[in-house]
């Protein structure tokens, strides 16, 4: 498979004499994908059931003319107004109960059956009409599912659909009651219509109840999408992917991705930095036009493992977007960064967002790589460069990781539902794991929690894993390779309970979790020969060895026979010395690499990338700020 380049591009935001001319120069600038319609349901059915099509028909046929292939969306995640006319009652309502309103995109509940018979609808007008159209070489389904806080819903279609989803779960309302513990405070249910949504109650509602709730709520994405994916494959043989975004941990993006063939995620460095990360202001200063040099790799290789290889960027940021709270200009040379990294990190295409900046509606604001006078924005230039680039490094792919880090949407639902302390957060914990890694040189390989195979790694991480599926624990215990769990780890039955035998119940591994405690900010448990817990502590118990100990004389990480338990959240230094020290036990080499300075091998290359504004001196390189450097690898 070769890297290519694309973007997206709304035809139904020009005038169609326009078309032919932002074909040529698509082409002219080295893009060979344009994706469009996900947002044209207005303008393909502007009255229910009548049909405009035609010109779609044109712009497929332009810009497929001028050597572009086509990226068809399916146009769902923005129902015309008509639609509410239709089903009024087909709105998400917010954990508050407040409807969510129209004006916007993203206005419908998951669980609405009409709408559901709607988005099927138009998805087969689609697939029939263009499923064997030439031009249409990839599929989307709807836009970036849960943007926008919109999975979970408070609706009546939300809870009747929970109601039969309980009632297939549990059978009966007894062992609902059994499982969900509800003995305490009275909560038993007689019969399953008597169950509401986990919301507006007096004070926290049952962890249980909760976490049956995200699950189904994931689970109506997965049924949503598969409905549409269902239709295309009748009518194409083209593959199809949908475009999740960054740090959405609301449905599991692996369940959602086995139904499709490519993995795909918007990608918006500067964004992201501004609006979705815990950093220091002082480190948000320092990337303020580069973004941080971690989030963007995390997701290539979280995309990669939800593609099962296969994945893009649908979007990249080419200049300031319209949506952070700040919203600056990238350093000349980033946008080829962003773009280089991605295909460092095994990306088939990467598409920039958008053709050209809309003079008008919500996002007039947010950069294209053309100005709203069509005249060339700097991302183009840099666009361009990449195209010619590519010519030198055109397979795509990436080496295998020399570390698997295990990541797990349920997880992330757990600790929401139970944080314990304000802090605890899953995705943080595990994004600073790789932050580690990364930091020490390692390419890193994400994987699900249903992997069954982890024999390809020396060394796996699954930090926070609130729960080890069956599969999961014998994939570890059979692994060769050293495994470190904790903290937290399998501290809840899959009823969220706490397991007696106490956690974390590894085999081969006698410690027992006694008691944990949460830590506010600015407070810590000092280790023995330097650094300290951060957030989360916990006092361990058994015959384990003890690997290193806390100050207090508590051990902080105990293991053998390859598998490790740390009992607590290190802080940055502290997990980077425990890993270096893991790493050279197993042999694997490490670097103790700058702030702003990463790798990632692909194929016979490494590449090197410098996040920072100031150029880098560094193991014998000269890299300029923005700088990407591809050198053949010494073993690959
Ligand atoms: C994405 C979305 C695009 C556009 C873009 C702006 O989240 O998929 O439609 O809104 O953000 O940055």
């Known amino acids: 498979m070769k890297r290519s380049l694309g973007v997206c591009y709304y035809p139904e935001h020009w005038p169609e004499e326009q078309w032919r001319e932002d074909a040529a120069r698509m082409v002219a600038t080295g893009l060979n994908w344009v994706r469009i319609g996900e947002f044209a349901w207005s303008r393909l059915e502007p009255a ?4 405009e099509f035609d010109w779609l028909d044109r712009a497929i046929d332009v810009l497929g003319d001028a050597g572009l292939k086509v990226v068809l969306g399916t146009p769902t995640a923005t129902p015309p107004r008509w639609m509410l006319d239709r089903h009024p009652d087909m709105m998400a309502l917010d954990a508050q109960g407040c409807k969510r309103g129209f004006g916007s995109r993203r206005h419908y509940c998951f669980s609405h059956r009409g709408y559901l018979e709607e988005c099927r609808r138009i998805t087969a007008l689609l697939a029939e009409r263009y499923g064997k159209n030439p031009h249409v070489a990839a599929w989307q389904t709807d836009n970036e599912y849960g943007c926008h806080d919109t999975i979970l819903s408070y609706s009546d279609a939300a809870r009747a659909a929970f109601r039969d989803w309980l009632a297939q779960k549990y059978q009966s309302a007894q062992a609902l009651n059994r499982a969900w513990g509800n003995v305490f405070w009275s909560m038993e249910y ?6 509401d949504l986990p919301n507006l109650t007096v004070t926290e509602p049952n962890p249980a109840h909760v976490m049956d709730f995200r699950r189904f709520s ?23 992917a949908h475009n999740y975004m960054g740090r959405t941990l609301e449905f599991d993006h692996f369940a959602v991705g086995a139904d499709l063939d490519i993995a795909s995620w918007d990608s918006y460095p500067l964004g992201f930095l501004s609006d979705r990360l815990e950093a220091s202001a002082e480190h948000k200063t320092r990337f303020l036009r580069q973004g941080d040099p971690d989030f963007q790799a ?8 939800v593609g099962r290889g296969r994945w893009w960027v649908m979007e990249q940021q080419p200049g300031p977007v319209n949506w952070a709270p700040y919203n600056p200009a990238p ?7 962003w773009t280089w ?4 990190h095994g990306a088939e295409a990467v598409c920039y967002f958008r053709w050209r900046q809309a003079p008008f509606a919500q996002e007039q604001m947010h950069a294209g790589l053309l100005r709203p006078d069509s005249t060339p924005a700097p991302g183009l230039a840099e666009a361009e460069a990449v195209a010619g680039e590519l010519a030198e490094a055109p397979e795509a792919g990436c080496a295998s990781g020399d570390a698997a880090l295990v990541f797990d949407y349920a997880s992330a639902w757990a600790w929401e539902t139970q944080p314990q302390g304000a802090d605890f957060d899953y995705f943080r914990l595990c994004f600073a794991w790789y932050r580690a890694l990364r930091r020490l040189g390692l390419n890193i390989d994400i994987v699900s929690p249903d992997t069954t195979d982890l024999s390809r790694w020396k060394l796996v991480l699954a930090p926070g894993l609130w729960n080890l599926p069956e599969s999961l624990r014998a994939a570890l215990a059979t692994c060769p390779g050293n495994v470190i769990l904790g903290p937290r780890a399998n501290a809840k039955t899959a009823d969220f309970a706490i397991p007696v035998p106490l956690p974390p119940g590894l085999p ?8 944990v405690e949460s830590l506010p900010p600015g407070t810590a448990v000092p280790l023995k020969g330097g650094g300290v817990f951060r957030h989360w502590a916990e006092e361990v118990e058994g015959t384990a060895p003890v690997l290193r100990a806390r100050a207090d004389g508590l051990p902080a990480l105990v293991g053998a026979d390859g598998v490790q338990y740390l009992a607590g959240w290190p802080a940055p230094d502290t997990l980077r010395d425990i890993l270096r020290d893991t790493c050279a036990a197993l042999g694997i080499e490490t670097l103790d690499l700058p702030e702003g300075l990463r790798l990632r091998d692909a194929g016979p290359w490494r590449f090197w990338f410098n996040h920072d504004a100031q150029a880098l001196d560094w193991g014998g390189m000269h890299l300029p700020p923005a700088g990407v450097m591809r050198v053949a690898r010494q073993s690959p």
């Open 48 to 51: 229910p059931g009548r049909l």
């Open 298 to 305: 995390f997701h290539h290789d979280l995309y990669r493992a």
């Open 508 to 515: 081969g591994l006698d410690t027992r979790v006694a008691r």
């Open 218 to 240: 994931s689970n109506q994405v997965m049924a949503f999408n598969r409905a549409q994916v269902e239709i295309l494959r009748r009518h194409s043989t083209a593959p199809i």
């Open 341 to 344: 990294e991605a295909f460092a």
């Open 190 to 195: 007689a019969s399953f219509d008597q169950i």
């Open 331 to 337: 350093l000349p040379g980033m946008v080829r960064l």
